[in-house]
T-cell receptor
Framework: QKEVEQDPGPLSVPEGAIVSLNCTYS??????FMWYRQYSRKGPELLMY????GNKEDGRFTAQVDKSSKYISLFIRDSQPSDSATYLC???????????FGSGTRLLVRP | ETGVTQSPTHLIKTRGQQVTLRCSSQ?????VSWYQQALGQGPQFIFQ???????GRGNFPPRFSGLQFPNYSSELNVNALELDDSALYLC?????????????FGPGTRLTVL
């Protein structure tokens, strides 16, 4: 079993839709949770960063962490074609050390 | 864009050869981590360098080695290349100073082993 599980998709939605991306993890020691966006042939770009449980909002993006169920979510409101990318979730015990990534979910936002 | 740069952008090697990949960290950052990302997978942690010392290692064999220089730039060396080493190699820099020390990735080096 992988430490971080993520549905690979692809997930296809129309422009303007609310997108929900989800991950589960198995390591109870994880304290830090991140969402990265990766465009084709590019490096991952940090989108959201959360410490412990709770919600964090940044513009159209909301990250949620539920440590009791080991569940991580990213919501994207008013999705745009430019949001089409692979979204990677990651967990770690120390934010500056070893990140454990899921395999990524491909998102396609149709104009 | 982050201030993390990597070179070369891509390269092709044959099995058994050796390769060196380079990374310049973001200004002010003192830590570099290297990750391997196979096609369709998430990045996997190779190792981390902090103040020129290896600061932890993932599940990779000793033929994966690294260096960090006084200016905090870094190299990843892979000896005796195998076909399965074909991947995108990413470096990420961070500043270890407190609780929220996030990692910022470079664009990666795509390595193809034939």
């Amino acid at each position: 079993q992988k430490e971080v599980e993520q549905d690979p998709g692809p997930l296809s939605v129309p422009e303007g839709a609310i997108v929900s991306l989800n991950c589960t993890y198995s390591n109870s020691a994880f304290q830090y949770f991140m969402w990265y966006r990766q465009y084709s042939r590019k490096g991952p770009e940090l989108l959201m960063y959360t410490y412990s449980s709770g919600n964090k909002e940044d513009g159209r993006f909301t990250a949620q962490v539920d440590k009791s169920s080991k569940y991580i979510s990213l919501f994207i409101r008013d999705s745009q074609p430019s949001d089409s990318a692979t979204y990677l979730c990651a967990g770690s015990m120390d934010s500056s050390y070893k990140l454990i990534f899921g395999s990524g979910t491909r998102l396609l936002v149709r104009p | 864009e982050t201030g993390v740069t990597q070179s070369p952008t891509h390269l092709i090697k044959t099995r058994g050869q050796q390769v060196t990949l380079r990374c310049s960290s973001q200004s002010g950052h003192n830590t570099v981590s290297w990750y391997q990302q196979a096609l369709g997978q998430g990045p996997q942690f190779i190792f981390q360098y902090y103040r020129e010392e290896e600061n932890g290692r993932g599940n990779f064999p000793p033929r994966f080695s690294g260096l960090q220089f006084p200016n905090y730039s870094s190299e990843l060396n892979v000896n005796a290349l195998e076909l399965d080493d074909s991947a995108l190699y990413l470096c990420a820099s961070s500043l270890i100073q407190g609780r929220e020390d996030t990692q910022y990735f470079g664009p990666g080096t795509r390595l193809t082993v034939l």
